[in-house]
């Protein structure tokens, strides 16, 4: 059982830039390909960004490419998601989530963390 704790989250203005952690145990955390996903108000939740279990691959959802960034630490057992330019749009609560499949990250995570709150104000 793989336990994800996010942090990093807060209230920023219009392009600024925020870095969310995701910290992990309860397993072998480089086994396990990661991602992030994030919910808006009145939304369902939706991808952000994936990246596999060594980071030699990412994926980011065409909404954030290139402000953006997934990576990870496995020394640390953390993935990050770098944001910058933050839009109002961007104002979620973002989620971390594992899956030991790459190829199941995006579409079917089997662990999430509880969230962390971005508002992004204009």
């Known amino acids: 059982q793989v336990q994800l704790v996010e942090s990093g989250g807060g209230l920023v203005q219009a392009g600024d830039s925020l870095r969310l952690s995701c910290a992990a145990s309860?397993?072998?955390?480089?086994?396990?390909?990661m991602g992030w996903f994030r919910q808006a108000p009145g939304k369902e939740r939706e991808f952000v960004a994936a990246?596999?279990?060594?980071?030699?691959?990412?994926y980011h959802a065409d909404s954030v490419k290139g402000r953006f960034t997934i990576s990870r630490d496995n020394a640390k057992n953390t993935v990050y998601l770098q944001m910058n330019s933050l839009k109002p749009e961007d104002t979620a609560i973002y989620y971390c989530?594992?899956?030991?499949?790459?190829?199941?990250?995006?579409?079917?995570?089997?662990?999430w963390g509880q969230g962390t709150q971005v508002t992004v104000s204009s």
């Open positions: 989530a594992a899956h030991d499949r790459y190829v199941y990250v995006q579409s079917k995570p089997a662990y």
């Open positions: 309860g397993g072998t955390f480089s086994s396990y390909a």
């Open positions: 990246i596999s279990e060594r980071g030699l691959n990412t």
